[in-house]
């Protein structure tokens, strides 16, 4: 009796240990795809919302003036809607409209002291976008994914670029 009692211990312990290791295995492979299929969903929203709208400017003939109370009302809605912050640009990366909090507010945030780079700015004007998950150069604290666009008038001429950026917290980086 005492023999079966050890041997069942030892059968019982043995399968204890595979299914723990087969369940870890199983839940790696699994947050891996899950953080991957977030990953791709989070570049899905951005890129639509800011192709949006480099699309919709694209249409209309717009002023300065125009297009700065434009993007006021359009891009505090859009940056809700998609948990994300909208950064616009003219040319050389000289930001002339955020949609945070502090930005609405003060007329002034983190992200409009700080020029986007030459190397991003170049990505984006001449390869018409711009996606990592990164830190912005150097502008943003933290990791974030972040998509940019170029925004063109009806003629097909640049005139600025738009930047969406989230936070990511839970990625580090997959591309």
């Keep these: ?14 399968t204890v ?8 295995f199983m839940l790696t492979i699994l947050s891996f795809f899950v953080s991957n299929f977030l990953a791709k969903e989070k570049y899905a929203t951005l890129k639509e919302s800011c192709t949006s709208i480099s699309e919709f400017t694209a249409t209309k003939q717009l002023s300065e003036g125009g297009f700065k109370t434009i ?31 502090i930005y609405e ?3 002034n945030c983190v ?3 700080k020029t ?12 018409k976008e711009y996606y990592e998950v990164g830190n912005f150069d ?7 994914y972040i998509y940019g666009t170029k925004l063109t008038d009806k ?17 580090r980086e997959f591309f």
């Design 1 to 14: 009796m005492k023999l079966k009692l050890k041997i069942f211990n030892k059968y019982f312990l043995i």
């Design 17 to 24: 240990v595979v299914i723990i290791i087969s369940l870890t």
């Design 71 to 101: 993007m006021s009302y359009v891009t505090p809605i859009v940056s809700k809607s998609i948990d994300a912050e909208l950064l616009i640009t003219d040319t050389d990366g000289t930001p002339i409209f955020c949609s945070c909090d």
């Design 105 to 107: 507010r003060d007329g």
């Design 111 to 113: 992200h409009s002291n």
């Design 116 to 127: 986007v780079s030459d190397r991003i700015v170049d990505k984006v004007l001449n390869h």
């Design 138 to 144: 150097g502008a943003l604290n933290d990791m974030y």
């Design 155 to 171: 003629s097909g001429s640049n005139y600025a670029a738009v930047y969406a950026f989230s936070q990511s917290s839970y990625i």
